[in-house]
């Protein structure tokens, strides 16, 4: 699936994360993700938004958008016939190696990331990851608020220098964890 030709954004001002979700859902899962292939394929996304944000967030108020842990069982609906469930990690500061990102996103396995100022505010996919399989330098990240896919190097990542996704520094990631 090309992300960026679908040019697909988020409803509102806190549907990141649902917009996320789907798009995660929609890679991991080729009969969800046939959906945004239709011609009311818009329509069905931005209505899968809305659903995702009730379910991610049954406790928490929506409009402070999604949890990493809301964000971990949202992705997981589709991730666990695969044979894995998401969960959520810290960004680590400098010192995070990406390790388990590194590995994940090349093995098809999207991974989202909660990015903020000085407090989390918005969440993005991480869909690719280029360069040397052995040290990999950029990653692709699907941006909601646009709809495209943004390329960000792997050391702003690591430095809280990030540009392009809206604010600079990385608060947590949501990755796959082991086989089930």
């Known amino acids: ?37 239709r011609p009311q394929g818009r329509a069905w996304f931005a209505a899968e938004q809305a659903r995702v ?15 990493p842990a809301g964000m971990a069982a949202a992705i997981s609906v589709h991730s666990a016939p695969r044979g894995r469930r998401y969960r959520w990690r810290p960004w680590r500061g400098r010192r995070d190696r990406l390790a388990d990102v590194l590995a994940a ?3 098809g396995w999207p991974v989202a990331m909660l990015v ?3 407090i989390p505010r918005h969440w993005v996919l991480i869909v690719e990851a280029t360069g040397d399989a052995s040290m990999f330098d950029s990653l692709a990240c699907y941006e909601p608020s646009s709809g495209e896919v943004r390329t960000v ?6 430095r809280a220098r990030l540009t392009g996704l809206g604010y600079p520094r990385p608060f947590a990631f949501v990755v796959p964890g082991p086989l089930l």
Not at 55 to 65: S, T
């Open 116 to 118: 903020g100022g000085v």
């Open 53 to 67: 944000h009730d379910v991610a967030n049954r406790i928490w108020p929506r409009a402070l958008g999604t949890t």
């Open 105 to 107: 996103v090349p093995a």
């Open 153 to 158: 190097g792997v050391d702003a990542v690591r």
């Open 1 to 37: 699936m090309r992300i960026a030709a679908l040019a697909l954004t988020q409803r509102d001002g806190t549907t990141c994360g649902p917009s996320v979700a789907v798009m995660a859902g929609a890679l991991l899962d080729r009969e969800y993700g046939a959906s945004l292939a």
